[in-house]
């Protein structure tokens, strides 16, 4: 799904950081990582405050952390796997994320956060193996903060890097790849040529 995220938060602000989101754990491809390194951009520019914006990130993926867990327990799994298709959540994705849940299930709500297609199908295996809510609600707390906190921490310093280094690389910038993609291309027909001529008897 196409989202213009820097408009979006640009207008909505804080609301937009969460139902972004909430909107992402119940399935939505909205694009989450995206919206926290932008938000870490503006939060740099002065945007944002740090507190308000974790807390609104925070909120949107545990609430819909907690409705995903919330269908899955309550609704099961033949409805994830009826209604999941039109968000992208196939049966065979489920079986696989199933199996390694019912392995390693505290370890991927801590974190599975991190990993984008793993992500959005956690909390509804969580909710139809009835892991303990409190247990989930914990654990996923702890990791979403620790996410959150990652990629808006991640946003700044990169904005911070490029205001500071944009004017010295930019003039360089395509002359230094178009020199790494030659070297590239010359390394690869040397390596080969050279690899001919050793299986020549």
């Known amino acids: 799904m196409h989202l213009p995220v820097q408009q979006w938060i640009s207008h909505y602000g804080y609301s937009g950081v969460f139902l ?11 694009p989450a990582e995206t919206t ?33 867990y919330s269908i899955g327990r309550y609704l099961g799994r033949p409805a994830i796997t009826r209604f999941g298709r039109f968000i ?22 801590l974190f ?7 992500r959005v199908l956690i909390p509804y295996l969580a909710g139809v193996n009835r892991m303990p809510i409190v247990l989930f609600s914990v654990y996923n707390t702890a990791s979403t903060l620790a996410w959150v906190s990652f990629f808006v921490i991640v946003g700044r310093y990169v904005e911070v ?33 050279w690899n001919r001529q050793r299986s020549t008897p």
Request: net charge positive; hydrophobic share 55%; charged share 10%.
């Open 36 to 68: 926290l390194t932008i938000s870490g951009f503006e939060w740099m520019k002065g945007a944002f405050s740090l507190i308000p914006l974790l807390c609104s990130a925070a909120l949107g993926n545990i609430i819909g952390s907690t409705i995903a």
């Open 112 to 118: 599975g956060k991190f990993i984008a297609g793993v």
């Open 88 to 109: 992208g959540i196939t049966e065979s994705k489920l079986n696989a994320a199933d199996e390694k849940f019912s392995k390693y299930r505290g370890s991927l709500v």
């Open 161 to 193: 890097l490029w205001s500071h280094y944009h004017q010295i690389l930019g003039p360089h910038l395509v002359p230094a790849l178009l020199v790494m993609a030659v070297g590239a291309v010359i390394f690869v027909g040397v390596k080969r040529g």
């Open 20 to 30: 972004i989101l909430l909107l992402e754990m119940i399935g939505i491809p909205f």
